[in-house]
């Protein structure tokens, strides 16, 4: 059937209209298929002059505008009136050694960036899948193992290059001036809807500042049964004042296929340190301590190479099923909440057998970083705001069956009241773990929501491209 879509004639980049009898997953391949449906168009830009065409036929055909680059989204709708950009073409990564800066484009995976500044020496803030795209990350905050050395990764973006609802290419970063400003600053942690990003520019740091042990990062690694729940939860509590560069984790998963008692639930409490292994075995103390010890199923140190730092969460990049994400951004968090939680968890998991790959993670770092950074002049714009919590409470449901979906949904409120049980201040979450329709006061403050919103209406008055705070 001949396309009845306008503008296609003028594209010249290669595009494809689903057949709505092809199956989605051959059509548009994602990591979730939640809020997921055939979209009018697919098209795979490969310049700049490609993606303002998109952005021209989705104006003609009051489509709404959707780029994507690692396709990890959990809350973008994609349906029949969805124009979706492709930008996988957009992989270029140019180091620029002189001012330690790297340029990425809107394409690059979080595990490419990583093997090339590896290559010559440097790193720089990341998310812990190599699956995601650097950009995506970028714009919804940039939650990483390196918060406590660097804060989050829109600290250390320094501009974007993208085209605007009118077609036209821009750069701004903090040097600008203006609406150009205003734009970069609201890109830098609500950056979704608000333009198609082609590519950024973030600061780059020297991997043997680190101190590391021929680039291997130390980690520690305690795997528990749930009648140890307890001990767990208060090992990873009582750090007080975690040194910087020290990250620690509690994690609940099914023990997977292949392993001793495969589908039994275990609690994994971990650390990665990014410093000297000698002072890591300080910071980390508390987790070789005999008693907690004894109680573990396993106990390991290693030194885990950098260029494959991501690796262990490889089965996590997994295509397929309905997977959704929630995720509380806390000042303190009590053992009795992780055991709550856990209950929960493990009661949902065990009654649905195809939830069994729903995980649940507890992030804790020092956050001095993140406040010193929202203190500067250009910090205190970024739209990132509660930099004094250092805990992040995340569930990652995942489940192949509407019905479990549902079931999850209810999980997750559940969880996020758990959570933030006692906290005296405002929620908080990140934009890229927020639910579909989530309130917006559990992102911003009402002045940076109305700034939010100018800054929209400024730079894309029509609506061409999706955005969370459209509704």
Not at 177 to 198: P, R, S
Not at 249 to 276: C, D, E, K, N, W
Request: a neutral charge; proline letters at 6%.
């Amino acid at each position: 059937m001949a396309p009845s879509i306008l503008g296609t004639d003028a594209l010249s980049c290669p595009f494809v209209i689903p057949n709505h009898d092809t199956p989605l997953g051959d059509v548009l391949p994602r990591w979730t298929e939640s809020y997921l449906s055939h979209p009018a168009i697919i098209m795979t830009p490969n310049t700049e002059i490609d993606v303002a065409s998109a952005i021209r036929l989705a104006k003609q055909n009051g489509f709404r505008l959707i780029p994507g680059g690692g396709g990890h989204g959990t809350t973008v709708p994609i349906d029949s009136k969805t124009v979706y950009l492709d930008m996988k073409a957009f992989k270029s990564i140019k180091l620029a050694k002189s001012s330690g800066t790297v340029q990425l484009g809107a394409g690059v995976l979080t595990g490419e960036l990583l093997q090339s500044l590896i290559a010559d020496g440097r790193y720089t803030t990341i998310p812990n899948s190599n699956a995601v795209g650097v950009v995506g990350a970028l714009l919804g905050g940039g939650n990483t193992s390196q918060n406590g050395l660097h804060g989050f990764m829109v600290d250390n973006v320094l501009s974007f290059r993208l085209m605007t609802a009118e077609g036209k290419t821009v750069e701004v970063g903090s040097s600008s001036a203006g609406e150009e400003l205003a734009l970069f600053h609201a890109l830098c942690g609500a950056g979704h809807g608000l333009g198609v990003i082609t590519a950024a520019t973030m600061k780059t740091y020297p991997i043997v500042d680190l101190g590391l042990s021929e680039n291997r990062v130390w980690t520690r690694t305690l795997i528990f049964p749930p009648p140890a729940l307890k001990d767990a939860a208060e090992a990873f509590v009582a750090v007080h004042n975690p040194a910087e560069p020290l990250n620690l984790q509690v994690t609940f998963l099914r023990s997977p296929p292949g392993t001793p008692a495969a589908g039994s639930p275990i609690i994994m409490l971990s650390a990665t340190y990014y410093g000297p292994p000698a002072d890591a075995e300080k910071a980390a103390a508390g987790l070789f301590d005999a008693n907690l010890v004894q109680k573990a199923i396993k106990a390991d140190t290693a030194l885990v190479p950098l260029s494959h730092i991501n690796d262990g969460l490889e089965p996590l990049n997994a295509h397929g099923g309905f997977k959704s994400m929630v995720a509380a951004r806390l000042r303190a968090l009590k053992p009795e909440s992780i055991s709550a939680s856990f209950a929960a968890w493990a009661q949902t998991t065990e009654k649905l057998p195809d939830t069994g790959r729903t995980v649940f993670v507890f992030h804790r770092f020092n956050p001095t970083k993140l406040q010193s950074n929202g203190a500067t002049e250009q910090g205190k714009e970024k739209f990132l705001e509660s930099r004094d919590r250092g805990f992040t409470a995340m569930a990652l449901t995942w489940c192949y069956s509407p019905d479990s979906r549902d079931k999850l949904a209810a999980l997750m409120d559940e969880v996020l009241s758990v959570w933030r049980r006692g906290e005296t201040c405002a929620a908080r979450t990140f934009p890229n773990t927020m639910k579909l329709g989530a309130d917006l006061a559990e992102l911003y403050d009402d002045e940076r929501i109305h700034e939010l919103q100018r800054v929209r209406k400024t730079w894309d008055a029509e609506g061409v491209f999706w955005s969370p705070i459209a509704g």
